[in-house]
């Protein structure tokens, strides 16, 4: 079999093939748009392999089948997004994540809360790993065995498909991860790779010896230091494997077309069962080369491409969001139309964080000004914490601009939040310290963090300041349900076996049942962090100027003032203004003075005056509507 050649006739002779074939009109038309592309990435990752050009034939014709048995419901919703295709960029969206098992008991207990989750108005809902994973510590299901079969213990995948339509009747798009930088241990391509199967050895990186590990762990860092140095395990017989990750999640070779095609058929199975969102696992750690960091090298990149080309041809309504969690250059260079058209924002949620720390919303604001703006047909997924820890992934150069430096501001921001401060209103727990170099993240829920936990006043006013920058900055803001009802750190992680090395569980409670049963009773602080939320849900819902992704940033002139306007028709705008100071400020008249001088307050719903300046109060937001002279 030749290599890929770099003219047109891989790709004539793919379409000659499939139009012999008599294959859909429709299917026909998106190879013709996209196979081109496929074919120029396949040449860029595989042109050096012999089998490339039979993988790439292989990856066609596993699309066709796949678009060939695409249900008809999910081929209606391709049109309908094709139609609308910034659906996602509406001030109406809203995401929740949360544990199949532990928020609702299984996939029945998450179907039994989709009138719950209309009345947030939920449009979007990441269920947390649900694929069958080793028994004990699966780094909660981040270790996958089955991509096909749901963990017995949550349901199985007729449930899971069932609930898929389901969700999409009542408006709310379903998201997985697809967890494709590694499977699990007990995964049948890692079993065979272990029993010496040829095939499925090229499916992983492994190494008979420490001359290459040691050689690659020269320029790779350390993920999870508790479990295990450096990135590889070694096998019982002897040999290296990779694990960036756990010593159980094994890396896959992307090197190989063979894990590609492979991988590209997991993902368009999950996509015919009626998953609309993919959130890419871990995407900085899909391709290594020695002598680099191996983190989000320009293969990574194209791999994304790739499967995203591949998805355009089969599953055209199904979307990427990427999981980086890296300095921002990178971060971003992750999102495009063609690579992940969703993705994480980072920076944003942790630069909340330092801002209530340190009372100064600068770094934040700087952020907002300088790494908000995104290609067009993209969005940000702005959360205020998720299922993992907190890392502290400001760019040092912009710190340093500020006159702060990154290395010490770090510690500064771990011992704060782990309490460790004087005058910390935070119960947070560390995560991955490393001693060695210093290095460490945090745990915690966002009611624990803020300060509820530790009965600090300002603590429910932080939980709102918060969500209300995830509500208001655009693109999808996400929820991790039960913070609503202001859940807090569960330490039982520390009495559980597989629990109890992993200080993330500290903050992946149990649906909290009583905080749920107190959300009408404003005498709580479940009530009253839920009546205050739900209302800026409410108001976000009906504020078209929240839609989006334009960002002015507006300086109010106070340094623990972050504020910025959302643009929207006609001159009009909103102009947030969150306070993370422990008291008020007055932003006075002259900055206003751009702004025509009657502005409605939109969550309390009352016209404020500017024209004499504006108190911004103690941990508080403004959602003002304003006019642009
Ligand atoms: C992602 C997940 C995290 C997991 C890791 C390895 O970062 O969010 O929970 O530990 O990938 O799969």
């Known amino acids: 079999m030749p290599h890929l050649s770099a003219g047109p006739d891989d790709v004539s002779a793919i379409l000659s093939r499939l139009t012999a074939a008599r294959a859909d009109r429709d299917f026909i038309a998106g190879v013709e748009l996209h196979l081109p592309r496929l074919h120029d990435l396949f040449l860029r990752l595989y042109g050096d392999r012999p089998d490339g050009r039979e993988r790439l034939a292989s990856v066609v014709?596993?699309?066709?089948?796949?678009?060939?048995?695409?249900?008809?419901?999910?081929?209606?919703?391709?049109?309908?997004?094709?139609?609308?295709p910034d659906w996602f960029e509406s001030e109406r969206m809203l995401g929740g994540v949360c544990y199949v098992d532990r928020y609702a008991g299984g996939l029945h207990g998450i179907r039994e809360s989709i009138p719950y989750f209309r009345e947030l108005g939920l449009t979007y809902l990441h269920l947390m790993p649900l694929f069958e994973s080793p028994e004990g510590n699966s780094d909660g299901g981040y270790a996958v065995s089955s991509y096909r079969r749901v963990n017995p213990a949550l349901g199985t995948m007729e449930e899971l498909t069932e609930l898929a339509a389901e969700l999409r009747r009542a408006g709310i798009s379903l998201v997985v991860d697809f967890i494709f930088n590694?499977?699990?241990?007990?995964?049948?391509?890692?079993?065979?790779?272990?029993?010496?199967?040829?095939?499925?050895?090229?499916?992983?990186?492994?190494?008979?010896?420490?001359?290459?590990?040691?050689?690659?762990?020269?320029?790779?860092?350390?993920?999870?230091?508790?479990?295990?140095?450096?990135?590889?395990?070694?096998?019982?017989d002897g040999r290296w494997i990779w694990a960036t990750f756990y010593h159980f999640q094994w890396d896959l070779n992307y090197a190989n077309p063979a894990v590609f095609e492979a991988m590209a058929g997991?993902?368009?199975?999950?996509?015919?069962?009626?998953?609309?969102?993919?959130?890419?696992?871990?995407?900085?750690?899909?391709?290594?080369?020695?002598?680099?960091?191996?983190?989000?090298?320009?293969?990574?990149?194209?791999?994304?491409?790739?499967?995203?080309?591949?998805?355009?041809?089969?599953?055209?309504?199904?979307?990427?969001?990427?999981e980086a969690i890296v300095h921002p250059d990178e971060v971003i260079s992750y999102i495009s139309p063609e690579e992940c058209q969703l993705s994480y924002n980072p920076l944003q949620m942790a630069l909340t964080w330092e801002a209530l720390a340190t009372r100064d919303g600068r770094l934040l604001q700087q952020a907002l000004e300088r790494r908000h703006?995104?290609?067009?047909?993209?969005?940000?997924?702005?959360?205020?914490?998720?299922?993992?820890?907190?890392?502290?992934?400001?760019?040092?150069?912009?710190?340093?601009?500020?006159?702060?430096?990154?290395?010490?501001?770090?510690?500064?921001?771990?011992?704060?939040?782990?309490?460790?401060?004087?005058?910390?209103?935070?119960?947070?727990?560390?995560f991955q310290e490393n001693p060695r170099t210093g290095d460490a993240r945090i745990a915690g829920t966002t009611a624990s963090l803020a300060g509820i936990e530790a009965g600090d006043a300002g603590g429910e006013d932080r939980v709102i300041l918060a969500h209300a920058l995830a509500l208001s900055t655009g693109g999808i803001p996400l929820l991790y349900l039960g913070d609503e009802v202001a859940q807090l750190n569960d330490y039982s992680y520390r009495r559980n076996r597989a629990e109890a090395g992993d200080s993330r569980w500290v903050h992946r409670p149990h649906r909290p049942e009583q905080n749920y049963a107190d959300r009408a009773d404003a005498t709580t602080p479940a009530g009253r962090v839920f009546a205050r939320l739900t209302r800026?849900?409410?108001?976000r819902r009906s504020t078209p100027e929240l839609a989006g992704n334009d960002l002015i940033a507006f300086d109010a002139h106070v340094d623990s003032v972050v504020a910025f306007l959302r643009p929207g028709e006609a001159g009009a705008a909103v102009l947030v203004i969150a306070n993370v100071a422990d008291h008020a400020v007055e932003i006075d008249a002259l900055t206003l003075s751009g702004l025509d001088p009657d502005a409605v307050d939109l969550i309390a719903n009352e016209s404020v005056a500017l024209a004499g300046g504006l108190t911004a109060p103690a941990h508080g937001v403004l959602w003002l509507r304003v006019g642009m002279r």
């Open 266 to 322: 997991e993902m368009l199975f999950l996509a015919n069962r009626g998953v609309e969102i993919l959130r890419m696992d871990a995407v900085a750690f899909i391709w290594k080369r020695l002598g680099t960091a191996c983190e989000s090298l320009p293969e990574a990149h194209l791999l994304l491409q790739a499967f995203n080309a591949v998805l355009r041809m089969a599953a055209p309504s199904l979307l990427f969001k990427s």
């Open 536 to 539: 800026l849900i409410e108001v």
């Open 182 to 236: 590694h499977t699990s241990n007990e995964h049948e391509w890692a079993q065979k790779a272990v029993a010496g199967d040829a095939g499925c050895e090229d499916f992983y990186l492994i190494f008979p010896d420490r001359a290459l590990p040691d050689a690659y762990e020269r320029t790779t860092r350390e993920i999870f230091p508790d479990d295990h140095p450096g990135s590889f395990v070694q096998l019982p």
């Open 373 to 430: 703006a995104l290609p067009d047909a993209t969005a940000w997924v702005n959360y205020v914490r998720s299922h993992d820890d907190i890392g502290w992934t400001f760019a040092d150069e912009d710190a340093a601009e500020l006159g702060v430096q990154g290395y010490p501001h770090r510690r500064f921001l771990n011992d704060f939040y782990v309490g460790r401060v004087e005058g910390s209103f935070s119960r947070g727990v560390p």
């Open 61 to 84: 014709d596993l699309a066709h089948r796949s678009w060939d048995a695409r249900p008809a419901g999910l081929k209606a919703l391709d049109r309908e997004r094709a139609s609308a």
